[in-house]
């Protein structure tokens, strides 16, 4: 990316390896032969990218979404939702029944939703099973 960046030739690029290293290719580098050429880039001019950490992308994906936004469920709530209906032996019409009770729809279409009926079937498996 520095090497297209400083709009370097490939033996310049290589000249500059070779100054800083004493190596001719990126892949002959170690980690110390690394930073030793990246922070000559950085004196020519490279501005290396940043990316977020894990953490952070994470943190963000948690913050709320506006009010105008509607987070539809997801494929890995609607397997669970058919899970549960397996276990539980319900037909199509026991389920829509159970949703219109605990949601008030006659199935779950957002993230809340789903994970409602979730834990509501959740509970009911474990009161059949007590």
Do not use: W
């Amino acid at each position: 990316m520095a090497k297209r960046e400083l709009a370097l030739d490939d033996d310049i690029y290589r000249d500059i390896l070779e100054a800083e290293t004493g190596v001719r290719s990126c892949k002959d580098l170690d980690q110390e032969g690394v930073e030793r050429v990246l922070k000559r880039f950085k004196e020519l001019g490279f501005k290396a990218r940043t990316y977020p950490s894990k953490r952070d992308r994470k943190k963000r994906s948690r913050d709320p979404l506006p009010q105008n936004v509607i987070e539809l469920m997801t494929y890995e709530q609607k397997l669970k939702l058919d899970h549960l209906r397996h276990d539980m032996h319900l037909t199509r019409a026991g389920y829509r029944n159970l949703c219109v009770r605990t949601i008030g729809k006659s199935r779950p279409a957002t993230v809340q939703e789903a994970q409602k009926m979730i834990e509501a079937m959740k509970a009911m498996l474990r009161r059949k099973s007590s």
